[in-house]
């Protein structure tokens, strides 16, 4: 018998990474069509909030969707009107900020010479490419803009979403019973969670982008809207985002007004990373949502695999998404105790004696 539970428990661990190579591999060839309905499943959580706030408050659910789907239209007009102007600038004054910063590396070169250090081997100059840095971020705006003409896709989607969403509990009460009586403590405390981590997580993105365009505007660095739409979305994706943010901003900087402004852009955007994203953001998060630095680096690489550059700013969003998931059941808890950073790792474990406390719905 334990011979044979062996075996069996041998085959079921084969038959789920087998299943998992299959959806990994579906993900991927349909991430044309994924990529929007995850985006739209993150901005119709993010607006339960906000339309159970008005529901609340007696106003009729349709009534409630137009005026959320109202919001965010006019919120994607306005920042397409800005960011559209700003791109297009960026865009036609590209070749000259590669040409100014080819020529300030040339003169760098020429001053490292002057100092005895030989800069003359052809493969150390071939390698320094410095308009490749201003071609990363044409590159990462042209993928914000492959999701931008998803846009109408994204929000019809949200509308129905938002739509089900206030008519779902009757129809499983209907067919299940009470939301108490088939809701275990770990679904809900799932859920809750979940809604959390998004709201908090885009509150402190829009603040960052937000600062990090007012910082650049004071310095007089160009674009300043670009620079905070870039922060603003990157701010996503913990560390590697703020770097990936930071570097195109300090180079302009380099290159419009010198040394002095380059550094202070570069402050600027270690301050406010520092301050909201290491101090505020855990402070109102809690220890018990983090992940470990290398959990967040591998779900860049996985998830950017998976569903291409779109993915890479969505996979820790997604990674918590399967953390909280995994931490709301007993038997999957492990799991997230692994993909948890050290902080946070005691707080998702002590989650089963939390929930052998709650007492059984009546």
């Known amino acids: 018998m334990a011979a044979a539970e062996k075996i069996s428990r041998r085959f079921g661990a084969l038959i789920t990474l087998a ?3 299959v959806i990994v591999a579906g993900m991927r060839a349909a991430s044309v069509l994924i990529v ?11 607006c339960m909030g906000p339309m159970q706030w008005l529901c609340a408050r007696g106003v009729p659910s349709p009534l409630a969707v137009i005026l959320i789907v109202a919001a965010i239209l006019g919120v994607l007009l306005a920042m397409g009107a800005l960011v559209g102007t700003s791109l ?41 490419n410095p308009s490749g840095a201003m071609q990363l971020v044409s590159s ?53 969670n979940l809604n959390r981590y998004l709201a908090i997580k885009t509150f402190i993105s829009l603040l960052t982008g937000l600062l990090i365009g007012l910082w650049t505007a004071v310095l007089g660095v160009d674009f300043p809207v670009l620079w905070g739409l870039l922060a603003f979305v990157l701010n996503y994706v913990p560390t590697l985002g703020s770097i990936i943010a930071a570097v195109p901003a300090v180079l302009l900087a380099y290159i419009q007004l010198g040394v002095p402004h380059a550094l202070w852009v570069a402050f600027g955007f270690f301050a406010v990373n520092t301050g909201l994203g290491s101090i505020l953001e855990p402070r109102i998060m809690g220890r018990g949502l983090g ?25 820790v969003p997604l990674t918590m998404t399967a953390k909280i998931a995994l931490e709301s059941r007993e038997d999957t808890r492990w799991v ?3 993909l948890s950073s050290a902080s946070s790792a005691e ?16």
């Open 19 to 21: 299943a998992l190579v």
């Open 36 to 46: 929007p309905m995850i985006v739209a499943a993150f901005v119709a959580v993010v």
């Open 88 to 128: 297009t600038g960026f865009t036609n004054a590209l070749p000259a900020y590669e040409q100014r910063l080819t020529d300030q590396m040339a003169s760098l070169l020429t001053w490292l010479s002057g100092l005895g250090i030989d800069v003359s081997n052809p493969s150390l100059v071939d390698s320094i």
């Open 140 to 192: 990462i705006l042209a993928g914000l803009g492959g999701l931008l003409s998803n846009a109408l896709l994204i929000i019809l989607t949200v509308v129905f979403i938002l739509l089900e969403q206030s008519t779902i509990p009757g129809k499983i009460e209907a067919a299940f019973g009470t939301w108490e009586e088939i809701a275990s403590p770990a679904f809900r405390r799932f859920a809750e």
């Open 291 to 315: 992940l470990s630095a290398l959990v967040v680096f591998l779900s860049l690489l996985v998830w950017g695999w998976i569903l291409g550059p779109v993915g890479m700013l969505l996979s």
């Open 336 to 338: 997230a105790v692994l």
């Open 347 to 362: 707080v998702v474990a002590e989650a089963d004696t939390e929930t052998t406390e709650e007492p059984a719905p009546a």
